[in-house]
């Protein structure tokens, strides 16, 4: 029944809705009234709100929430009420390190294809960093995903890595990881910082889009040349599909179904001397 006095906390069912995939929820509930305890995990910060406004921030313990205007009115009412009319809302935001992960795809100078994987922990520190998290990023429902965070900040990873890879030939894309780590690092920290998320032990991978052409360029990592890793990659596909000509593909042989092959007539052998077509002529 509402006004009566609450217990709120993250704890439901004995499991806790903050889990690793959950930067922020936000609760609400009419029982929600002045005078209800407010509890606070280890690994959480909370910030309550009551008619859009925030009222106040907590860290880790237990809180009665009483209401800021009219205190006199607020416990008179909460003695024959149970509680203030004003109703309360509370966003527990997660201060644990969460695992962010982005995926996408960029081009290299000449066009090729290529998918890049960042992965990188954030975390929220402070309760002021709570409260610009609840104000600048958006609710989707009652909760803050990490996987909402991480397509909110797709397009700023997508900018840093791709203003050196479009200039940077294929084979040249792990001498420049070190520029491409630093752009994501800077670009993602001053995207960040509005929202008081923190990074930590961020990484980063690009390969070619296309799995032929990263089979290829393995086998240039033993130490074949373009042309002769090719050849050694349709070779490996013939063998796949049973094809017995797969050697021949590798050599750069002929090959034939069959009989023997037709004898090879090398034509600067041949004469054409007068002498060795003219025909004996008989004396009569």
Request: net charge negative; charged share 20%; hydrophobic share 40%.
């Amino acid at each position: 029944m509402p006004g009566f006095k609450q217990v709120i906390t993250s704890i439901v069912n004995d499991r806790d809705v903050m889990d690793m995939q959950t930067l922020a929820c936000h609760f609400t509930d009419n029982n929600m009234v002045s005078g209800s305890v407010l509890t606070v995990e280890s690994n959480h910060f909370a910030v309550l709100k009551a008619r859009g406004a925030i009222l106040a921030k907590y860290s880790t313990g237990q809180y009665e929430i009483k209401t800021p205007d009219h205190p006199i009115l607020g416990n008179v009412s909460g003695m024959f009420f149970s509680g203030n009319v004003m109703q309360y809302e509370v966003i527990y935001i997660n201060r644990a390190k969460l695992i962010l992960e982005i995926e996408g795809t960029a081009l290299s100078k000449e066009m090729a294809g290529l998918k890049y994987h960042v992965s990188a922990y954030i975390h929220v520190d402070t309760e002021d960093d709570a409260v610009k998290l609840i104000q600048h990023m958006p609710f989707s429902g009652n909760r803050i995903l990490v996987s909402e965070v991480a397509t909110y900040s797709k397009p700023v990873v997508e900018q840093a890595i791709n203003q050196i890879v479009q200039l940077t030939p294929l084979e040249q894309i792990n001498e420049k990881m070190p520029q491409i780590m630093e752009a994501v690092t800077r670009h993602l920290s001053e995207h960040f910082d509005i929202f008081g998320i923190h990074l930590n032990d961020i990484k980063a991978t690009i390969q070619p889009a296309d799995e032929r052409m990263m089979e290829i360029i393995s086998f240039q990592a033993i130490g074949l040349d373009a042309k002769t890793a090719v050849k050694t990659w349709l070779a490996a596909e013939a063998i796949k599909r049973g094809l017995i000509s797969a050697p021949n593909i590798l050599s750069g042989d002929g090959f034939s179904i069959g009989g023997n092959t037709m004898a090879n007539m090398n034509i600067d052998s041949l004469t054409t001397k007068e002498e060795s077509i003219k025909a004996p002529v008989s004396e009569e």
